[in-house]
């Protein structure tokens, strides 16, 4: 494939169809009509890929890659933290130009070995020096990455974003993640790199290393007359920080500040102190309530 040449949407579409059609295949040990010899079967290629996701977004991403993703958050509540395989993927959302704590937390316990790991970065406005973070974070825990790229997407941030703005832009998703599928099918060795200035420098280190975590308290607000003690945002809360009385939820630390709880609440009785859109909400259209809830309760 020539590297240089960006897809149109007609080849990403085409693309992609290929990539989960083969993917899905893979995972349930079914063949094509073609007979697939031993040969074949040494050469296909163990892939592991992990995940974290608040609104669908990286979780979408995550099953470009495989059919059967792994929630670090399930990863990390049940202690299964030896992994070898061929490939080993890690998706996850920006925050703040850093990762999200959780999954810091598994690249720091976890062991995991693969002659060719990736990891994809969901973003949705601007990914500043992520990928360089995260590479610098990856090196110190002892873990060498050969890929890493970004992913930009719906930007789900509530207190700068309204989600019926974002939703309607056409941000190209199919055709840039079959370019980042298509890089890592050839195990193309690459770090994303965004020039900065020392000064923006300066401001995201202190950003990176004094953003996590929050205190729930001061972030979130509970309209009590609204919440229908629906139990919603304690299934969707990777921290497991909520608990639920017979009339209404309470939450405590730390918060992650992924806003999964505040994007799924059904009556929109959760908020934040500021919003551009108080009643707009986001979920990935191919990823359901069902879905996030799998990947982050920890309650189940």
Not at 130 to 154: F, K, P, R, S
């Amino acid at each position: 494939m020539n590297k240089n040449r960006k897809m149109n949407r007609r080849d990403a579409l085409k693309a992609m169809g290929c990539i989960v059609a083969t993917t899905t295949l893979s995972s349930t040990g079914l063949t094509s009509l073609a007979a697939t010899t031993g040969d074949d079967m040494e050469k296909r290629k163990k892939r592991l890929v992990f995940y974290f996701t608040a609104t669908g977004n990286s979780l979408y991403a995550a099953r470009a890659f495989s059919a059967e993703p792994i929630s670090i958050p399930q990863a990390l509540k049940d202690g299964a933290l030896d992994y070898e395989a061929d490939e080993i993927g890690i998706v996850f959302p920006d925050f703040a130009a850093a990762a999200p704590l959780m999954v810091r937390e598994f690249v720091n316990k976890a062991r995991l070995k693969a002659r060719y790991i990736f990891s994809i970065i969901t973003y949705g406005n601007y990914a500043a020096n992520v990928a360089d973070w995260w590479n610098e974070y990856c090196l110190e825990q002892g873990l060498t990455v050969h890929y890493i790229n970004t992913l930009l997407m719906v930007d789900n941030y509530l207190p700068v974003f309204d989600m019926n703005e974002q939703t309607r832009i056409d941000k190209h998703i199919p055709e840039a993640l079959a370019q980042l599928v298509a890089d890592v099918e050839s195990q193309r060795q690459y770090i994303s790199h965004v020039e900065i200035d020392d000064q923006m420098r300066g401001w995201l280190k202190r950003l990176q290393e004094n953003h996590f975590p929050m205190e729930a308290e001061r972030l979130l607000r509970l309209n009590v007359e609204a919440c229908i003690a629906c139990g919603t945002c304690a299934a969707v809360c990777p921290h497991g920080n909520f608990s639920m009385t017979d009339s209404r939820a309470e939450f405590s630390d730390p918060c992650e500040y992924c806003l999964a709880c505040v994007h799924a609440c059904p009556p929109k009785a959760l908020t934040l102190e500021r919003e551009l859109n108080p009643m707009a909400r986001y979920r990935n259209e191919n990823v359901s309530l069902v879905d996030i809830k799998k990947a982050n309760n920890q309650n189940r």
